[in-house]
């Protein structure tokens, strides 16, 4: 077997900052050694080197009407006012325009330091096209721009709690069981054939399912990961104790197992109990903060989470932003401003904010999407980021301040190379495909912004 050698002048391991080490490549993109001193390699990384980030939550079609939700209406906005603004957007897509948006949307976070997305995708029947076809373009664009991909198909049946009816703009959303089983059996088959792509299953929220029916899910696709919307608003907190007399994660806690197999998204009001209980448990609570933020969700007691030993991964959500750094530093900023402390997430004494925090998240990032990255170790992808050491901000540091000054000072230019599988597909933080693409986005996102009346 040939193998490709890419020298790292400094790694990010699991134990830590590695000077002069060598991660010698299978054929596949993935690590099978690596090697301690500065010898002959094929490829001479320019700067740090760390594992490529996991973005546990996208919604693609949301990067459509980023930015274009600023204007107030009369009544006041929230959350549920901008939901139906983007269900508008919606009925526009065809499965093409998707695809469009989808690869624009990877391309830019894999330059954001992402390496690898869960599509936590519900849009399947666009314009009334087959569901599978929405997951098809989804797949497509992943492998265009080169980034590994958990599909997470999303089982949406109800309109809200107590089995509500959908809405008119929530039709596309729905699948029954029958539906919902055969085109997570579809894409199984699809997933088998290639290396980068995994299937998870995505209940949508305890609004859109009945909790009652998610074990029968769960025993037909055993060791499958599963992510579900969660206690992201206080109207659905207050439904949720309305119609099951507790709060949604009280409630899930007591029909599943909350284990390794769960990804939590905005997991954000939670009581002290569930938080010790989550902990415990062993599922990983997905944060998406910009969104979080930009939706007015409020902030989960992440710091009290990690201090019990529960584990956290970052998402994109709605691809408001799309850094790594900066879902980071917002994360670690709403912590201080919740604990009036600093440097709350850098997991202990003497540890760096930008080290402790990117390792932690990209390592459950990878367990909660069921993915081989997340850390650079032999057996794992070979999924990496590579810090610019030419940057102004940048130079002349060791490798712990490199990566705390992009996590927390983000300027562009500071991520010179990503790459996925032993592929570079991002050099001087330029995607290979940035200039053919951005076309057909600008095209595409110009035209249903203003048919969605958002521009
Ligand atoms: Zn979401």
């Not at 065809?94 to 869960?118: F, I």
Request: charged share 20%.
């Amino acid at each position: 077997m040939t193998l490709r050698n890419l020298y790292c002048p400094w790694l990010l391991q699991p134990d830590g900052w590695q000077a002069d080490r060598v991660l010698q490549l299978d054929q596949r993109g993935v690590i099978v050694d690596i090697l301690a001193g500065d010898r002959p390699a094929d490829v001479r990384l320019p700067g740090p080197v760390i594992p490529g980030m996991v973005n546990v939550h996208s919604h693609a079609h949301q990067r459509l009407m980023a930015g274009l939700s600023g204007r107030r209406s009369a009544e006041g906005d929230s959350f549920w006012s901008w939901r139906e603004q983007m269900y508008a957007a919606i009925g526009l897509l065809a499965p093409d325009d998707l695809r469009v948006l989808a690869s624009w949307l990877y391309l830019e976070l894999m330059e954001g330091g992402y390496t690898c997305q869960g599509e936590f995708h519900y849009p399947h029947r666009l314009k009334s096209a087959e569901p599978l076809t929405s997951s098809l373009a989804l797949i497509e664009a992943a492998e265009q721009i080169g980034t590994a991909l958990t599909l997470l198909p999303v089982w949406y049946r109800y309109g809200g709690f107590g089995r509500a009816q959908p809405g008119e703009r929530q039709r596309p959303f729905i699948l029954d069981a029958q539906e919902y089983s055969a085109l997570v059996r579809q894409l199984e088959r699809l997933a088998a054939e290639r290396d980068r792509l995994t299937i998870g299953l995505a209940p949508h929220s305890l609004r859109a399912v009945a909790v009652e029916e998610l074990s029968e899910l769960l025993g037909d696709f055993p060791g499958r990961k599963v992510h579900i919307h969660i206690a992201e608003q206080p109207a659905e907190v207050h439904d949720c104790i309305e119609h099951h007399g507790c709060r949604p994660v009280t409630l899930l806690g007591r029909h599943v197992e909350l284990d390794s197999r769960w990804c939590l998204i905005h997991a954000t009001h939670v009581t002290e109990g569930e938080v010790v209980n989550l902990a415990g448990a062993g599922a990983v609570v997905g944060l998406c903060p910009t969104t979080e933020a930009d939706l007015g969700d409020g902030l989960f007691p992440a710091t009290e989470f990690i201090n019990q030993g529960g584990r956290i991964a970052i998402g994109s959500d709605s691809n408001l932003h799309t850094s790594a750094a900066g879902e980071l530093c917002l994360l670690e900023w709403g912590q201080r401003l919740r604990r009036h402390q600093r440097n709350v997430l850098a997991g202990g004494a003497g540890q760096h904010l930008g080290s402790g925090l990117w390792r932690h998240a990209a390592q459950q990032g990878a367990e909660a999407l069921g993915q081989v990255c997340g850390y650079l170790a032999p057996g794992r992808r070979a999924d990496l980021v590579v810090l610019s050491p030419d940057h102004p901000l940048l130079q002349n540091l060791g490798p712990e301040a490199m990566l705390d000054t992009w996590v927390m000072a983000e300027q562009p230019g500071m991520v010179d190379e990503v790459w996925v599988g032993g592929e570079c597909h991002v050099r001087r933080g330029v995607h290979r495909l940035r200039k053919e693409l951005e076309p057909d986005f600008v095209r595409l996102r110009a035209c249903l912004a203003r048919q969605a009346g958002l521009a």
